[in-house]
């Protein structure tokens, strides 16, 4: 079955069961020179918007058949239309050159797998031909246009990703490099260009598995509703502000503490008078001067 589809997750309808959406659909306008493109489906709400080379994000899908327009800015009559009946799952729709017209090319996207990293190719460039996506220099998979590759599980971390002509000859005819591929995700790098435009690769997230932990490094996209690490960080956040701000108020009202390292001095008093010691003598007791009386007269 092919599906493409969008609506709001308050209408998912009978296309969500226990709460768990059943299918998604993204739309990439692929047709080099032309203008921003609009993916219409008849009786949703809701429009698949994307410019040439840039993927939109997964929309939710009502099941059932459906038939699909194609608007390119600036024209009046749909670019190309479609009829399809929608199922489960998730969905690539890209719109590709088919000579003067607009074709619809459907993909259906493969789940993450825990621990590993899992990535196909797809090669929507009109005139690329028969090519090799090779993973760090090593060859990978054969690519055809209009066609996906199987997914292949890599080794998680960044790689440097080129597409080759399948003798090797000539050098990268596109690259990217340092791109992340994370445990527990199915990634997809499709190959635009041609027609006018530079060849391109554009590497898109198609599902994350939510690990348990924190992964060590991400990857630059759609992450998934399964793993909500933004919450996460959110929350420690403002855990972090509560504390400092209770701390803040709790050594206002503290009383000052002393200054450390000062004792607390007391003021000098005055030294008593020592006897005087005559020579071989006791010690003489300081003389005291005698109080005269006054005599009271009769």
Known sequence: MLCIAAMPPAAQGH??????????????????????????????????????????????????????ELRVEGRSKPAATAELDIGRGRYTVIAV?????????????????????????????????????????????RIRPDRATSYASVPPGRHDLSITRPDGKGGAIVAKRDAALVAGTASTAIVVGSGGEPTDMV??????????????????????????????????????GLGGSA??????????????????????????????????GEAEQPRRRPVALKRRRG
């Open 15 to 68: 296309g969500a069961e226990n709460g768990k959406v059943l299918t998604r659909a993204r739309f990439l306008h692929a047709v080099p020179m032309a203008a921003p493109a609009t993916l219409i489906v008849h009786g949703h709400p809701p429009r698949i918007r994307s410019s040439y080379g840039r993927p939109s994000e997964y929309f939710d899908c009502h099941p059932g058949p459906a038939r699909v």
């Open 97 to 141: 050159p088919e000579g003067r017209r607009v074709g619809l090319r459907v993909y259906k996207d493969g789940g993450a797998v825990p621990g590993k990293a899992r990535m196909r190719t797809i090669n929507a460039a009109s005139e690329l031909g028969s090519a090799e996506m090779n993973v760090d220099g090593r060859p990978v998979a």
């Open 203 to 240: 590497l898109v997230s198609d599902q994350t598995a939510g690990p348990s932990v924190a992964p060590a490094t991400g990857f630059v996209g759609d992450v998934g509703e399964e793993t909500p690490w933004l919450l996460v960080a959110l929350s420690a956040l403002l855990a972090g």
């Open 247 to 280: 701390y803040l108020l709790a050594a206002r009202r503290r009383p000052p503490l002393p200054a450390a390292g000062l004792p607390d001095l007391a003021p000098p008093r005055e030294p008593e008078p020592a006897p005087v010691r005559p020579a071989g």
